[in-house]
């Protein structure tokens, strides 16, 4: 079982806000930079934000990331249709000395 | 843009072996850290292991360590999973991933059976 917990499920109508939540603890997410992947249904998943906060080349900025403490969370703004999909957070564990996912997050447009 | 293509699984009975390579183009491959990652069908995301860009600093999930062997041809451009003792819980779409910019390939599927 993965280290990280996430909602099972978001939603939201088109143009609203989603956040969804990461909780971690201190050897991965309070020690080490957050990053978030976006899988589209029958796809491979894709880097969406990095380091925490910041975008790769060609992610809208209604993708943002934070992060407190051993928590990290993900807002959405301006929901769109072609957002839904399952969305992970991840971070590397320095107890484990290995990278952890986050349980996934399915995001629904209503 | 980054090329990572995957190959090398299959159907394996329980206690088999595979080797999954991963084929690099575009980027310059031995600067890189290279994860695999896997997700069982209708699962969520799971790193297996990853090895820096000179293979000198290897780390593996505990859940395969003892059984998996990451490795890389930088030579070749290739990362490769050699993977021993299979079991049924090992049945998953497997990634081969740049680090750093994360990028994924599209995966080969490994199925443990009789």
């Known amino acids: 079982q993965s280290v990280l917990t996430q909602p099972p499920s978001a939603s939201g109508t088109p143009g609203q806000r989603v956040t969804i939540s990461c909780s971690g603890s201190r050897p991965n997410i309070g020690n080490n930079p957050v990053n978030w992947y976006r899988q589209l249904p029958g796809t491979a998943p894709k880097l969406l934000i990095y380091s925490n906060n910041q975008w790769p080349s060609g992610v809208p900025d209604r993708f943002s990331g934070s992060k407190s403490g051993t928590s990290a969370s993900l807002a959405i703004s301006g929901l769109q249709s072609e957002d839904e999909a399952d969305y992970y957070c991840a971070a590397w564990d320095d107890s484990l000395n290995g990278y952890v996912f986050g349980t996934g997050t399915k995001v629904t447009v209503l | 843009e980054v090329q990572l293509v995957e190959s090398g699984g299959g159907l394996i009975q329980p206690g088999g072996s595979l080797r999954l390579s991963c084929a690099a183009s575009?980027?310059?491959?031995?600067?890189?850290?290279m994860h695999w990652v896997r997700q069982a069908p209708g699962e969520g995301l799971v790193w297996v292991s990853n090895i820096n860009g000179d293979g000198s600093k290897i780390y593996y999930a505990d859940s395969v360590k003892g059984r998996f062997t990451i490795s890389r041809d930088n030579a070749k451009n290739t990362l490769y999973l050699q993977m021993n003792s299979l079991r049924a819980e090992d049945s998953a779409l497997y990634y081969c991933?740049?680090?750093?910019?994360?990028?994924w390939g599209q995966g080969t599927l490994v199925t443990v059976s009789s």
């Open positions: 575009k980027f310059t491959f031995s600067s890189y850290w």
């Open positions: 991933v740049r680090g750093g910019t994360w990028d």
